[in-house]
């Protein structure tokens, strides 16, 4: 018996199966690959050759800035959802991304990218 790790055609992990190859194959899908071990699909993913790390957000992981001013932040992927403390508050674009708080205090923002990109999230202290 063996360890297998099954990613869906986009490459992520869908299920670890413990048994025969011959039996693992049939619930590869579509598309998909195995591969041999147990991988983390949260911080990992195949990219058609082989399983790699999934990219981080060059997001820290607290930052301070003043109330109202601005907080730039760039490298955020396209599509990236940008939530504070759980609410949407837009989607990047691609290119630099403008963060302003209107009240002192401290605000969780979470970025949630497409995939193979990790989830990323901040403390940001607004004084």
């Known amino acids: 018996m ?3 790790s ?3 055609s986009d490459g992520r992990k869908t299920v670890q199966f413990y048994g025969r190859e011959k039996d693992c194959d049939l619930n590869v899908p579509a598309g998909g690959a ?3 071990g147990n991988f983390d699909g949260d911080a ?3 990219d058609g050759a082989s399983v790699v790390s999934r990219p981080t957000l060059p997001v820290p992981v607290a930052q301070t800035v003043a109330a109202g001013a601005d ?3 760039t490298g955020i992927p396209a599509g990236t959802e940008i939530y504070t403390d759980g609410e949407l508050v837009g989607t990047a674009d691609g ?11 401290v605000w969780t923002v979470e970025f949630v990218p497409p995939f193979p990109h990790q989830v990323a999230s901040t403390e940001v202290t607004v004084t």
């Open 2 to 4: 063996s360890s297998w």
């Open 6 to 8: 099954i990613f869906d």
């Open 34 to 36: 195995k591969v041999a």
């Open 44 to 46: 990992e993913f195949f």
């Open 71 to 73: 907080w730039t932040l």
């Open 95 to 105: 290119n630099d991304v403008d963060l302003t708080f209107p009240s002192a205090q």
